[in-house]
Nanobody, 121 residues
């Protein structure tokens, strides 16, 4: 199973980015999915999460600016980020609770490699 994150980049304050995370492999089911971010010297923190049914949860810093969504048919997670500010600069990681066949059917928490988001003028 692989989680491939994309969509990061350099954006000016006030700008927008849309992150995507595509899961691939012999996947039976994907449960909760989420976006996390990490800056050097700090712990990885939750940005937003979404259940299979679409129930969402946001960190305080993301509420009103970020929107998490998923396409279950495509095994893909999204994060629309608007009104970005310099404090949003971080490496963004996607996470998913995946049941897949890897030698045997097993449920495991997977992480993508991360995509850099830099907000700077």
């Amino acid at each position: 199973v692989q989680l491939q994150a994309s969509g990061g980049g350099l954006v000016q304050p006030g700008g927008s980015l849309r992150l995507s995370c595509a899961a691939s492999g012999n996947i039976l089911r994907i449960g909760d999915m989420g976006w996390y971010r990490q800056v050097p010297g700090k712990e990885r923190e939750l940005v937003a999460s979404i259940t299979t049914g679409g129930r969402t949860n946001y960190a305080g810093s993301a509420k009103g600016r970020f929107t998490i969504s998923r396409d279950n048919a495509k095994n893909t997670l999204y994060l629309q980020m608007d009104s970005l500010n310099v404090e949003d600069t971080a490496v963004y990681y996607c996470n998913a609770d995946v049941t897949a066949f890897v030698g045997a059917w097993a449920r495991k928490d997977y992480w993508g490699l991360g995509t850099q988001v830099t907000v700077s003028s």
